[in-house]
């Protein structure tokens, strides 16, 4: 996959369709591996949400030094559905229910079609803004430094209608499980065991792709 989504910028957006307050600091429209990007998860008294901002790319709370977790969030973007429950990566914030929403306009797959890789928006029809399901984390290191991160929950779409035509030719397609708005509370507060059953491919006549002359 992609490693680049696009968030969403419109603060009136997040009370209206996430039931949360805006970023106080703008998000970059372009989030990657890396960079901050803000996402919901389920505040002190539930079913309250609360935004918290965090590093885009889950850093494990096994690893050993800030340097290290720099190097591996840029591949800890995503956390696969399949194998969530089994990576060392993911399994102790899916265990621990650390469930989040990443709020986004839309996200970025190639087009392969063609033989070259034609970067390709991807969006609601509705124009809406979309709900992504995710984990998030917070890792202390020994000198007390903090990071809060976050991964994309991805589900296989090697069927899906749409998703299927992109990414390489002979991979294995994902896409992110994208979250149905009267499913978001009950995906924050749902019991671990209870958790598969939100990973779903986001259907494909609610979906448009259109190429884009760059990736944002």
């Known amino acids: 996959m992609n490693a680049n989504y696009e968030s969403v910028q419109s603060a009136a957006l ?5 039931h949360v307050a805006a970023p106080a ?7 990657w591996p890396r960079q901050l990007g803000v996402f919901i998860r389920q505040g002190a008294a539930a079913p309250a949400r609360e935004l918290a901002v965090g590093q885009f790319g889950l850093v494990p709370r096994w690893v050993k030094s800030a340097s ?33 929403i990443v709020p986004m306009m839309a996200f970025f797959e190639d087009d392969w079609r063609s033989g070259k890789a034609v970067p390709t928006r991807i969006a609601r029809v509705d124009g809406q803004p979309m709900g992504a399901a995710g984990l998030w984390e917070r890792w202390t290191g020994a000198g007390g430094e903090v990071i809060v991160s976050y991964a ?24 992110p499980v994208i979250l149905n708005e009267g499913a978001f509370d009950a995906w924050l507060g749902a019991p671990v065991a209870k958790a598969q059953e939100f990973m779903r ?11 884009v002359e760059k990736k944002r």
Do not use: I
């Not at 993911?90 to 621990?96: D, K, M, P, S, T």
């Not at 749409?162 to 896409?175: A, F």
């Open 68 to 100: 290290d977790a720099k190097l591996r969030s840029t591949k800890l973007a995503y956390a696969r559905s399949e194998t969530v429950t089994t990576s060392s990566n993911f399994r102790e914030a899916w265990l621990a229910g650390q469930r989040c």
């Open 152 to 175: 994309l929950l991805t589900v296989n779409a090697n069927s899906h209608a749409l998703m299927q035509r992109y990414q390489p030719p002979g991979n294995d397609k994902s896409m």
């Open 14 to 18: 997040y009370p209206d369709a996430f």
């Open 201 to 211: 491919a986001y259907p494909a006549t609610q979906l448009t792709a259109n190429p």
């Open 25 to 31: 600091e703008p998000v970059g429209r372009g989030v």
